[in-house]
């Protein structure tokens, strides 16, 4: 048996016992509610569920595009140049380890409940990862590719754009992933702390009336929409670092990122 | 009055001229003399090669010869003009391994110098493809750098110095990172495309066997501050064999090169 199979199998088996054991009155219908009510809980609140998720993919996609895009071109300047590289690459890092949700009642009293507060917390969590990544995959270019164009005659544009972005791409990508994941954190998190829309809004009022099959419907999204975001990494991954073997240096600097990465998310 | 451009080279093409050069480093505590008063003339098509401990700035000489370095003093001319910076139409450089750029393939690699002039897609495939050809890798365009072998990888590399036909081909301990057997057999490649293009070579290596088994000439160097401290000619008869290794001739030149060399270690 493949590993792939065997996966999928453990996957069946858990989506077969989550609709098993709360059935059969193993676990409480509260605690757990079966697959096939967290569904239907879910169908016959298509609407609301639908103009949730709306709101949190508005809020995702504009945080995502703060978070990388800043995050990318913070990190190139940082990675390229030495001096702002000193100064600001150890407060970066001090800043990843404080837990930034703290920050989040601040952020609500400045922007409001609406959803500038949840684009920026998430912003700013979304952004240290990808710019950190970013720096080290531009700091970890091989001189030596560098100083090869430079004999061939490439001006410093043409070094910028043939080498030195093909060249940081695959740990840009990597810090893209734990950027992006964090900023989905962020803005479910920030929902279900203080907010008046969006899917973790729904999670957490539903949790306050104990109606388990809707706080689980609201779970089954945000995963999904976790599964799908992976997806699409993957697959730029697959499109734009067909060469990744050939450079395990970048790898290296990349998972260093992601391990750094693993923290509590709130 | 006629502007300077103009006025044709005395020296023939692929000729390079040496003049008292100097480099020094400058770093934060002290200046670091790495050349002092070298000259050097290589004539249109040899074959030279520059041995010598580590850090007697031969690779700081070929830097500068390829317009990647400024000396501190004196001139150096590639066939007869000066070289303030890279000219891949004069100079083709090739590294030691890795320098091939992974995410491209065997012959966008060799294309890449021709790209950043701007030349038309067809034009620079059918160029590639002559490059790669020349140096036995007909057929193996379309892989990437890690699909190919340490040697075939070289291989891709001096294509890529060659592809503009620059008169001047020089190598940075090219076959340095290779095993033993490779190093031979490529050793033997690079003599034939030598022989087929009449390049002028200038070739650095850390490996005395090398240095007598390919060159023409041999510049022995010392370390800091680099001087050139001996220039054989090697008349051993072309092709070069693997049974000329173990000849009187070859062993001579040898321990020639090698009392210079432990002498100065």
Redesign the interface.
């Known amino acids: 048996m493949t590993a792939t199979t065997l996966r999928r199998l453990i996957v069946i088996g858990l989506i077969a016992l989550w609709e098993i054991l709360p059935r059969a009155g193993v676990i409480p219908e509260l605690f757990l509610p079966s697959l096939s009510s967290t569904l239907a809980a879910g169908w016959n609140d298509a609407g609301e569920y639908g103009h949730a998720l709306a709101v949190t993919l508005y809020e995702v996609a504009i945080s995502m595009a703060f978070a990388c895009g800043g995050g990318i071109l913070l990190g190139a300047i940082v990675g390229s140049l030495p001096r702002p590289r000193i100064l600001i690459m150890p407060m970066v890092s001090s800043l990843y380890a404080v837990p930034l949700v703290i920050l989040y009642p601040v952020f609500t009293v400045w922007l409001g409940i609406g959803s500038e507060s949840k684009i920026a917390f998430a912003s700013i969590y979304g952004f240290l990862p990808t710019m950190l990544a970013t720096a080290a995959g531009i700091q970890t270019i091989?001189p030596?590719?560098l100083?090869?164009?430079?004999?061939?005659?490439?001006?410093l544009s043409?070094r910028l754009v043939?080498?030195i972005i093909?060249?940081a791409?695959p740990t840009v990508l990597s810090g893209l992933r734990v950027g992006g994941a964090l900023v989905i954190v962020g803005v479910v998190v920030s929902e279900m702390l203080i907010s008046s829309a969006g899917i973790g809004y729904l999670i957490s009022r539903y949790r306050t009336i104990l109606d388990s099959p809707h706080v689980f419907a609201g779970v089954l999204l945000v995963l999904a929409m976790a599964i799908a975001f992976n997806a699409a990494i993957k697959w730029i991954e697959r499109k734009a670092?067909?060469?990744q073997?050939?450079?395990r240096a970048g790898q290296r600097a990349a998972d260093e990122i992601t391990a750094g990465a693993i923290q509590p998310a709130t | 009055m006629q502007p300077l451009a103009n006025i044709t080279p005395l020296k023939p093409a692929g000729a390079i001229e040496v003049r008292n050069v100097g480099q020094i480093f400058k770093t934060t505590t002290q200046d670091v003399v790495a050349l002092e008063d070298v000259s050097l003339d290589v004539k249109p098509g040899r074959f030279v090669v520059l041995v010598g401990p580590s850090g007697c700035g031969k690779s700081t000489l070929l830097m500068m010869m390829?317009?990647?370095r400024q000396q501190t003093s004196g001139t150096i001319t590639i066939s007869g003009a000066p070289i303030p910076?890279?000219?891949?139409n004069r100079?083709g450089?090739v590294?030691?391994e890795?320098?091939l750029?992974?995410?491209l393939t065997a012959e966008e690699n060799v294309e890449?110098?021709l790209?950043?002039?701007g030349v038309a897609k067809s034009d620079r495939r059918a160029r590639a493809q002559d490059a790669l050809k020349l140096v036995g890798l007909d057929g193996f365009g379309r892989r990437?750098?890690?699909e190919l072998s340490g040697g075939m990888k070289q291989r891709v590399s001096i294509a890529?110095g060659l592809v503009q036909d620059p008169p001047v081909l020089l190598m940075d301990e090219p076959f340095a990172a290779l095993d033993e057997q490779t190093r031979m057999t490529m050793g033997d490649e690079l003599l034939r495309i030598w022989a087929a293009t009449g390049k002028t070579v200038v070739f650095v290596t850390h490996s005395l066997t090398e240095a007598v088994y390919l060159a023409d000439e041999v510049i022995v160097m010392s370390p800091r501050p680099g001087r050139i401290v001996d220039h054989l000619q090697v008349s051993l008869p072309r092709p070069r064999t693997y049974e000329m290794l173990s000849g009187d001739a070859f062993g001579s030149l040898r321990d020639r090169i090698w009392r210079h060399i432990r002498k100065s270690a």
């Not at chain 1, 100083?147 to 001006?155: D, K, P, Q, W, Y």
Request: charged share 15%; glycine share 6%.
């Open positions: 091989d030596q590719l100083l090869a164009a430079r004999s061939m005659g490439a001006t043409q043939r080498v093909p060249a791409i670092a067909i060469w073997t050939g450079s | 390829a317009g990647l910076e890279p000219d891949p100079v450089v590294f030691q890795a320098s750029f992974p995410w890449f110098p790209a950043l002039r990437h750098p890690h890529r």
